[in-house]
Nanobody, 120 residues
Framework: DVQLQASGGGSVQAGASLRLSCAASGFTFAIVTMGWFRQAPGKEREFVADIPWNGGSAGYTDAMKGRFTISRDNAGDTVFLQMNNLKLEDTAVYLC?????????????WGKGTLVTVSS
């Protein structure tokens, strides 16, 4: 079974940094991207960043560019999200996501998420 284990969330003050991790396992399909989404209370889920599995540039939502950096470890099974200069509006549950192709069918999996709370 595909498992995405997110960790690293917490409660911090505005301006602080956090590093989220997502450990992935159990894949039986070709991964296209791994990334992060977030969902704030009362709001829709929004894209944060993703990284292509086979090379290429990471993608970010404009609001996160310059503050957030997505990366992966050399073994390729863990994705990180370095978040700097956190703002109140960054408060959300951050969800790890993997998108791929199984045969000819696009597939997508979600982790349970890790809560980030930013206070003033």
């Amino acid at each position: 079974d595909v498992q995405l284990q997110a960790s690293g969330g917490g409660s911090v003050q505005a301006g602080a940094s956090l590093r989220l991790s997502c450990a992935a396992s159990g894949f039986t399909f070709a991964i296209v991207t791994m990334g992060w989404f977030r969902q704030a209370p009362g709001k829709e889920r929004e894209f944060v960043a993703d990284i292509p599995w086979n090379g290429g540039s990471a993608g970010y939502t404009d609001a996160m560019k310059g503050r957030f950096t997505i990366s992966r470890d050399n073994a390729g099974d863990t994705v990180f999200l370095q978040m700097n200069n956190l703002k109140l509006e960054d408060t959300a549950v951050y969800l790890c996501n993997v998108a791929g192709i199984s045969g000819r069918t696009p597939v997508q999996y979600w982790g349970k998420g890790t809560l980030v709370t930013v206070s003033s």
